[in-house]
């Protein structure tokens, strides 16, 4: 709607300058027809002034707009997802370091069932390899406890990560609520200014058309146009 309307006195405003650049040209001219109406041609410059006012008022108005309007709400939209995403991507890491943590210990864990079932089956021989398949089981119990200690840890860092994640969150929304709070308060001073820019001043327009003085300007009409001869004429 807004946009529409920024159209329509874009429309205006082009209208308005071309005929006031018309009848600005046409009064500064010489033997311009309104030339002997002093008065009259003062009534049509102020109106003229008058309307410049509004379009640079209109003007004015419609550039703080567009510029309002051409940010928002794409930048603000962008901004935040931006921010939450972010944000998530920390979560993402804690989470998938824990799942790579949990990963490995099932592996060595898998490695260490299957060492102890090689035990089991050469118990009896009490060759090398059942030296070597004592010292691998005893290697891999204690990565296996090591890799609970890490995972423990990295559950604890996963778990503060989502917390921080949850008030940052809350933050962003907040402060993405209140640019926005601020944008549409933005809003009313170009608006205020449209309905400014219809108000013509009055004083102005008043004090011209209280000094329109149309016999005045007849009787300057007869003195361009007329010998003197004509003005013994009755009509």
């Known amino acids: 709607m807004i946009?529409?309307?920024?159209?329509?006195?874009?429309?205006?405003?082009?209208?308005?300058?071309?005929?006031?650049?018309?009848?600005?040209?046409?009064?500064?001219?010489?033997?311009?027809?309104?030339?002997?109406?002093?008065?009259?041609?003062?009534?049509?410059?102020?109106?003229?002034?008058?309307?410049?006012?509004?379009?640079?008022?209109?003007?004015?108005?419609?550039k703080q707009l567009q510029e309002i309007l051409r940010k928002i709400p794409k930048d603000e939209k962008h901004l935040a997802k931006s921010e939450l995403q972010q944000e998530y991507s920390v979560v993402q890491k804690e989470e998938h370091d824990l799942d790579d943590l949990e990963k490995e210990r099932r592996h060595v864990k898998k490695d260490l069932d299957q060492t102890r079932k090689n035990l089991s089956n050469s118990r009896a021989e009490k060759t090398k390899k059942y030296t070597k398949l004592q010292a691998r089981e005893e290697s891999l119990k204690q990565d296996c406890k090591k890799l609970t200690r890490q995972i423990k840890n990295q559950q604890e860092r996963y778990r503060q990560a989502q917390n921080q994640y949850r008030t940052n969150t809350k933050k962003i929304y907040q402060q993405s609520q209140k640019r926005e709070l601020d944008r549409l308060n933005s809003m009313q001073e170009p608006l205020k200014n449209f309905v400014t820019a219809l108000r013509i001043n009055p004083a102005k327009m008043k004090k011209a058309i209280q000094q329109h003085d149309p016999e005045r300007d007849l009787t300057s009409w007869r003195e361009e146009y007329f010998s003197p001869s004509f003005k013994q004429i009755e009509v």
């Not at 946009?3 to 006195?9: A, P, Q, S, V």
């Not at 600005?24 to 003062?42: A, F, I, M, R, V």
């Open 3 to 62: 946009e529409d309307k920024i159209k329509h006195y874009n429309r205006w405003i082009d209208e308005h300058t071309k005929w006031a650049k018309k009848y600005k040209g046409l009064l500064q001219t010489k033997d311009s027809p309104l030339e002997p109406y002093t008065t009259t041609l003062n009534l049509f410059e102020v109106t003229i002034s008058l309307s410049d006012e509004v379009v640079t008022q209109f003007d004015q108005s419609r």
